[in-house]
């Protein structure tokens, strides 16, 4: 008989195949576990930035309208209840802040979503006695608090109204 010589064999295993599966399903799982953390940071810095816009835009719009409060009068000014106000502006107008649901409504319209809190505080001139009566107030201290998927941020502003002496 002939011998035979064994020529190169092109291919592979069924050991090396079941080995090259092996390690690229545990690099595949390494991978997406690194990926899927990179979006939940993205969409929870998403989040962040949502609330810290909303609470900043709304903060704005009323700092804004209270720096124009016409007098610290019961005409142009109520102070009850503490999580809503309405006043007179210097030309006139009536405006008005209130929360409804979880919307910060101006005027009936709404202005920012996601509202968890809204509180309003009135300081007299001293600075650091709270006012009782609408003829005491001098300054407003305005806290909003807005929560956007669990993200929660809060801020605090006073005000003291220009044509307030």
């Known amino acids: 008989m002939k011998n035979i010589s064994r020529k190169m064999q092109y291919g592979f295993t069924l050991l090396e195949m079941v080995l090259v599966v092996l390690l690229l399903s545990i ?3 390494i991978s997406s576990h690194m990926l899927s953390g990179g979006f939940n940071a993205y969409l929870i810095g998403k ?3 949502e609330a810290d816009w909303q609470v900043r835009n709304a903060l704005e719009w009323l700092m804004r309208d209270l720096r124009a409060v016409r007098s610290a009068t019961a005409a142009d000014l109520t102070i009850t209840p503490s999580n809503a106000i ?3 502006d210097t030309s006139g107008a009536v405006v008005s ?3 409804s649901g979880s919307t910060l409504m101006r005027n009936g319209q709404p ?3 996601g509202v968890a809190s809204l509180s309003f505080s009135y300081i007299q001139k001293d600075g650091k006695n709270t006012a009782s009566s609408v003829g005491q107030v001098y300054y407003i201290v305005v806290q909003l608090g807005v929560t956007q998927n669990g993200i929660n941020k809060t801020l605090r502003a006073t005000i003291r109204p220009r044509s307030i002496s």
């Open 47 to 49: 989040d962040a930035v």
């Open 97 to 99: 802040y209130s929360v």
């Open 111 to 113: 202005l920012a979503d």
């Open 27 to 29: 690099v595949a799982g």
């Open 86 to 88: 309405t006043f007179t």
